[in-house]
């Protein structure tokens, strides 16, 4: 009975702390920054970039076909990606 009781509450104090990072972790991902090569640029910026990565590469059917070499900016969200398909 006693190592039962043992368990629950190491149980219990995994579980609270699990909620804390979590927590804390979703804090972290609403920074509004985005990552590039290492540094961060503001959310604003991205955008700004893949709308003129778009507007210089994009095709008619609104995919994308960068030249070799260029670095391609991508927005992924839950079940979409930005350009929506890349011709590499």
């Known amino acids: 009975m006693r190592v039962s009781t ?14 804390l990072v979590v927590a ?6 609403d920074s509004g920054q985005a990552h590039h ?5 503001s959310a604003q910026e991205f955008q700004d970039r893949l709308l003129a990565q778009q507007a210089l590469y994009g095709l008619p059917d ?3 076909r960068p030249p070799p070499g260029t670095q391609v900016y991508v927005l992924a969200q839950q079940y979409a990606f ?5 011709r590499l």
């Open 62 to 64: 609104g995919s994308l």
């Open 82 to 86: 930005l350009p929506y398909t890349l």
């Open 6 to 19: 043992t368990y629950f509450i190491a149980a219990a104090a995994i579980s609270l702390s699990v909620l």
């Open 24 to 29: 804390l972790w979703g804090d972290m991902a």
């Open 37 to 41: 090569g290492g540094q961060s640029m």
